[in-house]
Nanobody, 116 residues
């Protein structure tokens, strides 16, 4: 399974970004797709995730500002981020959990920088 993330970059505070992660390969239809982030000197943390049944979870710090979505036909998971703050600056990683096999797949980190 391979994941290729895109859409990061530099944005001003209050701005928006849409991250995309295209995946390929085979994994269980029972899965969870998500986005995590890791800021310098901090641990990797959940931003949002969406299960194969459509259920979603969002980090408290991001609720109301982000939306996760998946398009199974396009094999893509999206993260729309609005009202970005400097503290949202981090490397963002897409992730797929094969629930049946209990395997985690990670994409490469992409940089999101929120700065004026």
């Amino acid at each position: 399974v391979q994941l290729q993330a895109s859409g990061g970059g530099l944005v001003q505070p209050g701005g928006s970004l849409r991250l995309s992660c295209v995946y390929s390969g085979s994994f269980s239809s029972f899965n969870v797709m998500g986005w995590y982030r890791q800021a310098p000197g901090k641990q990797r943390e959940l931003v949002a995730r969406i299960a194969s049944n459509g259920g979603t979870n969002y980090a408290d710090s991001m609720k109301g500002r982000v939306t996760i979505a998946r398009d199974n036909a396009k094999k893509t998971v999206f993260l729309q981020m609005n009202s970005l703050k400097p503290e949202d600056t981090a490397l963002y990683y897409c992730n797929i959990v094969d629930v049946v096999r209990q395997i985690n797949y990670w994409g490469q980190g992409i940089q999101v920088t929120v700065s004026s």
